[in-house]
């Protein structure tokens, strides 16, 4: 089942010039987001930034599903939550019973006893697609959290930038036709997601 993280603010305040706010949805108090805005003075960023800017964002789409502009959010989970992940948030899911493992000798063992092991990332085109693709999120009570991160065709170089093979399966229902993002027609954006076990 996908369960909310539970954010530690305090453990946000950081020394890089930037200041992150927890605000909770006023129809929905379970559902947050948690904007991080540099200081333009600071000087990390004064060379960058003229005025405040967002620069980091966690957008709570549903419960456990979470839309983030950084990827790697495993440390983020390890750093800034009350969270723990099961095995540092890279291993292998059982299709079946979405028991999840990163141990080499056990995943060597269900390899041999059959089980096709999915992985917990790649590229979609929203969370429905996950969820359909991992079904055990829905059916056992294993807590699991869903992180996406979107990546925009409009941002991406006309020479180089997103390359679709780098980042796991793609889910999704566009007809891919070419390696960079940046030269396919007919679609926007995509979304890297991570499906991460938690204890």
């Not at 379970?30 to 540099?38: F, R, V």
């Not at 990390?44 to 800017?53: A, G, I, L």
């Not at 979405?98 to 995943?107: L, N, P, V």
Request: glycine share 8%; net charge negative; proline share 3%.
């Amino acid at each position: 089942m996908l369960v909310n993280l539970d954010f530690d603010m305090s453990t946000f305040n950081s020394d890089n010039g930037v200041n992150y706010v927890k605000e909770h949805d006023a129809t929905n108090p379970e559902m947050i987001t948690i904007i991080g805005t540099c200081d333009h003075n600071h000087e990390f960023w004064k060379s960058s930034y003229d005025e405040p800017t967002a620069i980091d964002h966690i957008l709570q789409e549903s419960t456990g599903v979470y839309l983030v502009s950084s990827l790697n959010f495993e440390y983020t989970i390890q750093d800034n939550t009350t969270n723990e992940l099961l095995d540092h948030g890279y291993g292998m899911f059982n299709p079946i019973t979405g028991e999840y493992t990163a141990d080499r000798d056990k995943t060597l063992q269900m390899m041999k006893d059959g089980i096709k092991l999915f992985v917990g990332y790649g590229v979609c085109d929203n969370y429905d697609q996950v969820l359909q693709k991992y079904p055990f999120i829905e059916s056992t009570d294993n807590k699991y959290v869903l992180v996406m991160s979107p990546i925009f065709k409009k941002h991406q170089p006309e020479d180089g930038g997103w390359r679709w093979h780098k980042w796991g399966d793609y889910i999704g229902t566009h007809d891919i036709q070419h390696e960079y993002l940046y030269d396919e027609e007919g679609i926007e954006h995509v979304f890297l997601f991570h499906l991460y076990a938690l204890k």
